[in-house]
């Protein structure tokens, strides 16, 4: 079995929607909560020093998007080669969504 290479409206598609799901995990407020169980956070309040408990790695896993990007984008890419639409079908909410937020900051840049 070749690997296939999405074409550009599919590739557009999981790349907007990989983007969109790393930014859920690193950096939306609403996964603060978990994000900071993972990360060993805890109650930890800026500008004390971090907690020993503070994993360092996995908090640069977490919010780089070149690091947990690349394993979205993969998982998105291994998808798409065993379930093409479903994937796309999968892709598309989080699309729209990342829509919504690229109008809302264009819009609000244009009304300041």
Same mark, same amino acid.
């Given at each position: 079995? *070749? !690997? #296939?290479?999405?074409?550009?409206?599919?590739? %557009?598609?999981?790349?907007?929607?990989?983007?969109?799901?790393?930014?859920?995990?690193?950096? #939306?407020?609403?996964?603060?909560?978990?994000?900071?169980?993972?990360?060993?956070?805890? #109650?930890?309040?800026?500008?004390? !020093?971090? !907690?020993?408990?503070?994993?360092?790695?996995?908090?640069?896993?977490? =919010?780089? !998007?070149?690091?947990?990007?690349?394993?979205?984008?993969?998982? %998105?890419?291994?998808?798409?080669?065993?379930?093409?639409?479903? =994937?796309?079908? %999968?892709?598309?909410?989080?699309?729209?969504?990342?829509?919504? +937020?690229? +109008?809302?900051?264009?819009?609000?840049?244009? *009304?300041?």
């Amino acid at each position: 079995m *070749t !690997p #296939d290479v999405p074409g550009p409206y599919a590739a %557009f598609l999981l790349a907007v929607a990989a983007y969109r799901i790393w930014r859920l995990l690193a950096e #939306d407020d609403i996964l603060d909560r978990p994000r900071r169980y993972l990360l060993g956070l805890g #109650d930890w309040q800026e500008p004390d !020093p971090a !907690p020993d408990t503070y994993r360092t790695k996995w908090a640069e896993l977490l =919010t780089c !998007p070149w690091c947990l990007g690349f394993w979205i984008a993969l998982t %998105f890419w291994v998808a798409w080669q065993l379930e093409p639409a479903w =994937t796309l079908w %999968f892709a598309v909410p989080w699309v729209l969504s990342a829509g919504v +937020a690229l +109008a809302n900051a264009i819009i609000g840049a244009l *009304t300041e």
